[in-house]
């Protein structure tokens, strides 16, 4: 059966148009565009984790803090483990993480096996990769700083049974093209978790790395759906969509039956 809305709520739903309307003629002309704050990322993770209960959110590429800190601010007070690989963004980390006993780091990369591996410092930093930097002359700040030669441990990520113990379990990855690899070594993790946000690629940027069909296709077959796909990096020349966020939450088994 269709529901008429009230005149009231057809009235807020008017004045809310008519604001967003106004607010959007005002940011066009440098280039800005205003979208619902309840579509974005941080109001979906903020509902799911409420929702399902998150008590311990997996910081997958980590850096020196930014993602933790972030969900911090917006109220998140379970438990974090955050994992980086690069030991000068580590040590940030680890100072940033001091004072909060709910959250913990460790210095490592996460992979399809343990062992060790080549870390690729990019001259910005944050592009560092266990992959190969790839983006050609029109991304020259994701270069290898060649003068920075680290070897770093790499673990499984189900070696560290973040979600043997039930505690629901958000896995977040930004590891620069590497999520494939890391979700070669976390089955039984990814298998326990409730949800997954994950940087996404369009195009190639590291050698050998996993793309968005590749990894829509992954976490689907895994049981989760997604919720939200917000723009992250784009180019500013060609406004190309480089980058994406992406948000999942597992099936229910109704909603897994029907699926397909």
Request: charged share 20%.
């Amino acid at each position: 059966m269709t529901r008429t809305p009230s005149l009231a709520l057809q009235a807020a739903r008017g004045d809310r148009t008519a604001r967003r309307a106004l607010a959007q003629r005002a940011l066009e002309p440098v280039g800005l565009r205003v979208e619902p704050l309840y579509h974005s990322l941080d109001a979906h993770r903020s509902r799911l984790i409420a929702q399902l209960g998150v008590a311990r959110i997996v910081d997958v590429g980590a850096n020196v803090g930014q993602y933790a800190t972030h969900v911090r601010s917006l109220g998140y007070a379970g438990q974090i483990v955050s994992f980086e690989p690069n030991p000068a963004a580590s040590d940030e980390l680890k100072r940033r993480a001091a004072a909060d006993d709910r959250w913990t780091v460790e210095t490592c990369a996460l992979g399809p096996a343990a062992g060790d591996a080549r870390l690729r410092i990019t001259v910005d930093g944050l592009s560092t990769s266990l992959l190969q930097p790839d983006g050609g002359a029109d991304y020259t700040f994701m270069a290898e700083d060649t003068e920075q030669q680290v070897v770093t441990p790499v673990r499984t990520l189900d070696s560290f049974a973040l979600a043997d113990d039930g505690v629901p379990t958000l896995v977040k990855l930004d590891v620069q093209g590497y999520e494939g690899a890391v979700l070669d070594g976390g089955p039984e993790t990814l298998a326990r978790a409730v949800a997954v946000e994950a940087e996404l690629s369009l195009i190639p940027l590291y050698t050998g790395q996993i793309l968005i069909e590749d990894m829509l296709a992954r976490l689907r077959a895994s049981g989760f759906t997604p919720v939200t796909l917000t723009r992250g990096f784009t180019d500013p020349e060609t406004h190309e969509i480089v980058q994406m966020d992406g948000l999942w939450v597992r099936r229910s088994p109704a909603q897994a039956g029907t699926a397909g």
